[in-house]
Nanobody, 125 residues
Framework: QVQLVESGGGLVQAGGSLRLSCAAS????????VGWFRQAPGKEREFVAA????????YYADSVKARFTIFRENAKNTVLLQMSSLEPGDTAVYYC??????????????????WGQGTQVTVSL
């Protein structure tokens, strides 16, 4: 079992920044990916970014590339999502998830095994 806890969401004006944190605990796996997904009201959950556990491979959705950065804090077993130049379209509940298969990157939410509870990000005009 892996437990994931997100934090760092909130209300921010367009153009501002937020940093989300995903703290992982529980069973250790040798190779796995951590992904960030988001779900806006009335929309399906969508992939945002992912990183492998060694931190040397990162992936982004086109909509956030160059604005968001995903990275690890190894000592804290934490994956962070730095979000800059936020837009109202980024408003959503953000979830982190773990894919413990870990052999390759996946953007399909159904291939992730463990999920956090989500954190709300609201971007106002």
């Amino acid at each position: 079992q892996v437990q994931l806890v997100e934090s760092g969401g909130g209300l921010v004006q367009a153009g501002g920044s937020l940093r989300l944190s995903c703290a992982a605990s529980g069973r250790a796996y040798n190779n796995f990916y951590v992904g960030w997904f988001r779900q806006a009201p009335g929309k399906e959950r969508e992939f945002v970014a992912a990183i492998n556990w060694r931190g040397n491979a990162v992936y982004y959705a086109d909509s956030v590339k160059a604005r968001f950065t995903i990275f690890r804090e190894n000592a804290k077993n934490t994956v962070l999502l730095q979000m800059s130049s936020l837009e109202p379209g980024d408003t959503a509940v953000y979830y982190c998830a773990a894919d413990v298969d870990g052999r390759s990157f996946k953007s399909n939410q159904y291939e992730y095994d463990y999920w956090g509870q989500g954190t709300q990000v609201t971007v106002s005009l």
